[in-house]
């Protein structure tokens, strides 16, 4: 399933869209190795790092502290211009060098979305 949609969000992007439809990802935080392991610390640590991609070309990244800015799609590639980095989100293998980690980024399921204004 997660193959499937990352399919269509590659050949929507390609097809002249220079934005994506509301698209969220996450991934477990690196100092833990579970989302379990996260919960049962009993502190409200924060498990997951996450990446949002708003339809109005708004990114939302909730890293080591929450960061807004834009984004454009070029080919399969979302380009993030956050405040303190500029992002290159590789949108079919769902990865960026600008963001490294331990843990893959996933896209979250059920569908979470920080785009309200």
């Not at 833990?32 to 009993?42: N, R, S, V």
């Not at 956050?82 to 600008?98: M, N």
Request: glycine share 6%; aromatic share 12%; hydrophobic share 40%.
């Amino acid at each position: 399933m997660r193959a499937l949609i990352v399919s269509l969000l590659v050949v929507a992007a390609g097809c002249g869209s220079d934005v994506l439809d509301n698209t969220a990802y996450r991934r477990v935080v690196d100092q833990f190795d579970t989302y379990d392991q996260c919960l049962a610390e009993g502190d409200f640590a924060r498990c997951y790092d996450t990446l949002t991609f708003c339809a109005d070309g708004r990114v939302n990244a909730n890293l080591e502290f929450r960061q807004e800015g834009s984004y454009e799609v070029h080919e399969s590639e979302a380009i993030a211009k956050l405040p303190t980095v500029t992002v290159f989100f590789d949108l079919e293998k769902a990865s960026s060098s600008q963001l490294p980690g331990r843990h893959p980024w996933e896209i979250v399921e059920p569908l979470y979305y920080d785009c309200a204004r």
